[in-house]
């Protein structure tokens, strides 16, 4: 179990916050579940790596996988990752059939007028993947608005909205695969990928020959948290107080590393 040792310093904090919780069962009905079967849903999409994502055994490996098995360990509950399509996990949520989400979910206004975000415990947002140094070293959008720069992206993504809302000056190319992406890159037929920070990252991860860059900041900013229901208060106070406790260990920032700065994870994938 990872950082068993560190979780392990939860225990007795643990056992307080859910008895104190417990006395008040009819406006915590999440909270309510958990405790009663002693198990924590968490839904997540199975293919976003380095996120989430089944390895070549049929495991679920990722950054989220690890912070979900962390979180059940320290809360004394076992784990059952929920599998679905992105698109239809908040409405799972929604209808009580995960106790959260984790998926590389956005915080947006919009979506906390249906549910509460812990976190954030990962900052995302709109990076680029370039074999150009100048490029690499773009600090703003204006920078790489020029017509002599092609940016490639994913067909009917927000990336592609992205380009062509705040690039509008520069050629724009669509693909249906991140690899195919990549590889007009490598190739010099783009001059830039666009797209979210975590694929950005995997791009190198999985190309380290290739001479492959990206930004040390994002162009913008995509706080990623964790979904849990706005009907449940408590719950959502319990997940948060564990998330910063956490976030204080220092076992974030080296799940970060281990996820987005170490390849090793990658022989894993089929």
Request: aromatic share 8%.
């Amino acid at each position: 179990m990872f950082h068993r040792i560190r979780f392990a310093a939860f225990a007795a904090f643990t056992a307080l916050c859910i008895a104190g919780a417990t006395t008040a069962a009819a406006q915590t009905p999440v909270l309510n579940r958990v405790t009663k079967t002693g198990t924590l849903r968490v839904g997540m999409s199975a293919d976003q790596p380095p996120l989430n994502v089944k390895s070549k055994t049929g495991q679920m490996i990722g950054l989220e996988v690890d912070l979900a098995k962390g979180l059940a360990y320290a809360l004394g509950f076992e784990l059952e990752i929920v599998q679905q399509p992105f698109g239809e996990l908040l409405g799972a949520l929604k209808k009580g059939k995960v106790d959260m989400v984790m998926s590389g979910v956005d915080i947006t206004a919009e979506r906390t007028k249906d549910f509460l975000f812990v976190g954030p415990y990962l900052l995302s947002g709109k990076s680029l993947v370039t074999a150009s140094s100048s490029l690499a070293n773009a600090e703003t959008v204006e920078d790489i608005n020029t017509p002599d720069i092609t940016f490639v992206t994913l067909k009917n993504s927000t990336s592609q909205t992205f380009v062509k809302k705040n690039m509008p000056k520069a050629k724009l190319v669509t693909v249906d695969t991140y690899d195919k992406a990549v590889q007009m890159v490598i190739g010099g037929e783009a001059s830039a990928m666009i797209a979210d920070m975590p694929a950005c990252a995997l791009a190198i991860l999985r190309n380290p020959d290739s001479g492959l860059v990206t930004l040390s900041e994002p162009l913008s900013v995509e706080p990623m948290g964790i979904a849990v229901s706005a009907k449940d208060a408590r719950f959502y106070n319990l997940i948060d107080n564990y998330v910063d406790a956490i976030e204080a260990t220092g076992i974030l920032s080296a799940l970060r590393q281990k996820w987005f700065e170490d390849p090793n994870w990658l022989k894993e994938l089929p």
